[in-house]
C-alpha cells in the first residue's frame, strides 16, 4: 500500500525541483514566495552569500493596513508592489521568479504581475 503524501511535502519535492536549475547572483536575485493559509510572504535573495535583500509580507502593517484579507489576490498585488518598490530603492531591477513550488495562478500569478508592473524585470 502506498503512503499517502500531505500537499506540503509534495509541494516542497516541487520546489527541490524548480530550485535545481534556479539560482539568483548579485546582478539577477531570486524573487522567492510562500503563501500560507492566512498570509503571503516575498523575498529577494541574493544565493551567491546567502542574504535576504529585500523582502515583504502581509505580516507587516504597513503592507496589511486597509486590506480586507491578508490572503487574497489583493494582498498579493500589494506584496507585490512594495516588494519591488524596494528592491529597486536597493538597486535591484532584475530577478529570478521561483514560485516555490505553487502552480503559477492566483495568488502567485498577482503578485508576479504587481512586481512587474511597479518595476521589476523577470
Not at 74 to 89: D, N, T
Amino acid at each position: 500500500m502506498a503512503t499517502v503524501k500531505s500537499r506540503n511535502a509534495l509541494r516542497v519535492r516541487r520546489h527541490d525541483r524548480i530550485r535545481k536549475r534556479l539560482k539568483g547572483s548579485a546582478q539577477r536575485p531570486r524573487l522567492s514566495v510562500f503563501r500560507s493559509l492566512h498570509h503571503v510572504y516575498a523575498q529577494v535573495i541574493d544565493d551567491a552569500t546567502g542574504r535576504t535583500v529585500v523582502a515583504a509580507s502581509t505580516r507587516e502593517k504597513a503592507v496589511a493596513e486597509g486590506l480586507k484579507s491578508k490572503a487574497s489576490t489583493a494582498a498579493a498585488q500589494r506584496v507585490g508592489e512594495i516588494l519591488a518598490q524596494r528592491a529597486k530603492e536597493k538597486g535591484v531591477t532584475a530577478v529570478v521568479f521561483d514560485r516555490g513550488g505553487y502552480k503559477y495562478h492566483g495568488r502567485i500569478k498577482a503578485l508576479a504581475d504587481a512586481a512587474r508592473s511597479a518595476g521589476l524585470e523577470f
